[in-house]
Each structure stands twice: as C-alpha cells, then as structure tokens.
Nanobody, 122 residues
Framework: QVQFVESGGGLVQPGGSLRLSCTAS????????VAWYRQAPGKQRELVAY???????NEEDSVKGRFIISRDNAKDTAFLQMNSLKPEDTAVYYC????????????????WGRGTQVTVSS
C-alpha cells in the first residue's frame, strides 16, 4: 500500500509563506501527475494544483499567482510553494497521484495520507 507523507505545514501570519513537500512510498511517483488538495474544517476536499510528469503545472484560480507547484522526479518529491497566504488558505493539505502522465486524469490512484496542517492567522 502506497503511503503519502506531506510535510512543511504550520502556523503563519497573513501574507506569509510556506513550502509543502510530498513524498510517497512508491517507485512510480515520478511517472504520474501529482496533485495537491486541501480540506478546510466542515468543507469538502478541493483541488489546489497539479503537475504532470513533464512538470507542466496547473493551479486553481483561488491560488493562481500565489501558489507554485513543482516536482523533483529524481527525488520522488513534489512541492507546493505558498506565498501571500490568506486566512482562507487554512486547511489540511494532502497530495496524491493521478491516473495520468500528461494531464488531470480521471481519479486519484491511492488512499490519502495524514496531510499537513496549514493555519493562517494573526
């Protein structure tokens, strides 16, 4: 069973920055699209950004211009650089692989990890 490990979360003031990391216990990490999601209290999990095998990034409108997704295939790691953070970015952030190499695909491949908590508050 593949396990994801998300890290880098924490408490930050509005306008601050954090860099999240995602790794997984699988040798196929570098093959598929990686997606970052978040789930705020009382809300459904939502897509934040995804990046294809070839490192083509896609960010949702709510974070475009503030968040940057990237990956290091040699290290089987994906990153989410979060800048200009807002209180509404507060959530648990998760990552997963998608069933596509070149795009969004149709589903997540594996079960969810524990995520990493991001809290934006003054």
């Amino acid at each position: 069973q593949v396990q994801f490990v998300e890290s880098g979360g924490g408490l930050v003031q509005p306008g601050g920055s954090l860099r999240l990391s995602c790794t997984a216990s699988t040798t196929i990490f570098s093959i598929y699209t990686v997606a970052w999601y978040r789930q705020a209290p009382g809300k459904q999990r939502e897509l934040v950004a995804y990046i294809t095998r070839g490192s083509v990034p896609n960010e949702e409108d709510s974070v475009k211009g503030r968040f940057i997704i990237s990956r290091d295939n040699a290290k089987d790691t994906a990153f989410l650089q979060m800048n200009s953070l807002k209180p509404e970015d507060t959530a648990v952030y998760y990552c997963n692989l998608r069933n596509s190499q070149t795009g969004w695909g149709t589903r997540d491949l594996y079960s969810w990890g524990r995520g990493t908590q991001v809290t934006v508050s003054s």
